[in-house]
């Protein structure tokens, strides 16, 4: 195709070595794990988690952040939805092209619109796309307030607070829900185990 978006003339180019010997060279297979959830729920620790775990098994794994990207690639982005929408969207083509180098890319945003979610899902190969919803209640992650934002946006100090004056829609259909039992968050190592267990399970952890 030669037009795309605003750019005329414009052809893809292929490359002798492609997705598959990548996945070979370091016998994994290329996805997206995708969690979602409120402030404070705990994506960025559950991130880390599987990124050491998966580590520690000479897995390959990436993890791109929300907070993090938002200091570079999405510094001109703020929170009104249109921004979080590209927000969202940019990372989800970024997380694309982890997953075709091979890598288990691990994106870890709030990313409140369920649009924008199954947007990225609809970029990847059917089942590369693995969406964890950290089903954690507002009054823990509150509660927990690790960056002191919630207390902000209750004073009303921060406008648009997701969870407090922004919406937060969950998934309908996620792959993997992390939530308490009986009242009590499982551990980072725990919560972990979930996701580590569904990319063996599915056979992500080796190339065939
Ligand atoms: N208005 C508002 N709403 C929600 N979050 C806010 C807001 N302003 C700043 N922050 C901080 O930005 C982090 C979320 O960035 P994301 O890129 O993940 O957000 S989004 O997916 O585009 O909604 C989020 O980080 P986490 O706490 O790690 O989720 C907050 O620290
Ligand atoms: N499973 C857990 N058990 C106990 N505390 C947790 C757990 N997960 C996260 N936390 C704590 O909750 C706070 C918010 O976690 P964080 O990973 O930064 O959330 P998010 O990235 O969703 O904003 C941090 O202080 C973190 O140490």
Redesign the pocket.
């Known amino acids: 195709m030669s037009t795309v978006g605003n750019s005329t003339n414009i052809f893809w180019q292929e490359c002798p070595v492609g997705r598959l010997e990548r996945q070979k060279l370091l016998n994994q297979k290329g996805c997206v794990v995708w969690i979602t959830?409120?402030?404070?729920?705990?994506?960025?620790?559950?991130a880390c988690s599987v990124n050491r775990e998966l580590y520690s098994r000479g897995k390959l794994s990436y993890i791109l952040?929300g907070?993090n990207l938002r200091h570079g690639l999405n510094k001109d982005l703020g929170f009104k939805a249109e921004d979080r929408t590209e927000n969202i969207r940019r990372v989800g083509e970024v997380a694309k092209l982890f997953a075709d180098a091979g890598l288990i890319c691990i994106a870890?945003l709030i990313s409140p619109y369920r649009k924008d979610r199954d947007a990225c899902r609809a970029m990847l190969p059917a089942s590369n796309f693995i969406e964890v919803f950290?089903n954690m209640p507002l009054e823990l992650?509150e509660a927990?307030d690790?960056k002191g934002l919630y207390k902000l946006a209750r004073a009303g100090k921060i406008k648009g607070f997701t969870g407090i004056d922004d919406p937060y829609e969950q998934p309908l259909n996620c792959e993997i829900e992390i939530k308490q039992n009986d009242g009590i968050?499982?551990?980072?190592s725990a919560?972990a185990g979930q996701v580590v267990s569904y990319l063996e399970d599915k056979g992500y952890l080796h190339d065939n």
């Open positions: 959830g409120l402030s404070g729920s705990g994506k960025s620790t559950l952040d907070d870890s950290m992650c927990r690790a968050c499982p551990a980072p919560m």
